[in-house]
């Protein structure tokens, strides 16, 4: 009942909080600056906290374009 209260008087609920994709594995691989689990560099760590809203679903649209680098392999011949 409320919530069409709200519709029909434009109000909308507001948009849950976006979540952090933190996934626990904390190591910065040093070719890319990324998080091994993430995929965010350290500034965008530090910064998470205070991006707005807007701030964090652009950076998460980004982050899976972020494709590690696969490793070189040495071949001996």
Do not use: F, Y
């Amino acid at each position: 009942m409320l919530s069409q209260l709200r519709h029909s008087a434009g109000m909308t609920a507001p948009a849950p909080p976006v979540p952090s994709p933190c996934t626990n594995v904390c190591r910065i691989d040093k070719a890319t600056g990324w998080c091994e689990g993430c995929r965010r560099t350290v500034h965008e760590i530090t910064h998470w906290p205070l991006a707005s809203e807007a701030e964090k679903r652009a950076l998460l649209a980004e982050l899976p374009r972020r494709v590690a680098k696969p490793a070189r392999k040495w071949l001996p011949w």
